[in-house]
């Protein structure tokens, strides 16, 4: 016991880790780099979380034909066929159009496209698209 108090009482002044005596008194909180550091982190968070929330919208273009289910878009290299969900959009069948939405697959399994919005019509379809087409009979 005698020995703990000994080495108590000899023992000079500690210091705390910030430097040196009561000179940095007025430094409370954190850094402005801390500050830089934090704001860029929640930024990038907040980025990442947008990004992967906000559902993307595709973009195609083809031509709008009619057929008995409703209107069709062949695309523009002929390579596939959506069934249009127009949400009261007005399209006009034998148009070459750009549409603006999302890729969807029916309950039967084909390609349906949701429409959000009409991004430009270019007029006329210049060929036949193979959905209009009649068939062999």
Do not use: W
Not at 60 to 78: A, F, N, P, Y
Not at 80 to 88: D, E, G, I, S
Not at 96 to 114: D, Q
Not at 115 to 136: F, Q
């Amino acid at each position: 016991m005698l020995l703990i108090t000994c080495v108590c009482l000899t023992s000079g002044r500690t210091v705390a880790q910030q430097g040196g005596g009561f000179s940095n008194l007025g430094n409370i909180g954190p850094s402005k780099a801390e500050v830089v550091g934090a704001i860029v982190g929640a930024a990038a968070v907040i980025g990442l979380v947008v990004y992967l929330v906000v559902p993307k919208q595709k973009t195609i273009e083809g031509c709008v034909v009619s057929q008995e289910d409703g209107l069709r878009l062949t695309t523009s290299k002929g390579e596939r066929t959506y069934r249009l969900q127009t949400n009261k959009i007005e399209l006009q069948p034998g148009r070459r159009v750009a549409l603006k939405g999302k890729k969807a697959k029916g309950k039967s399994g084909a390609h349906e496209f949701v429409v959000r919005k009409l991004v430009k019509d270019d007029g006329a379809c210049t060929e036949p698209s193979p959905a209009a087409a009649p068939g062999p009979s």
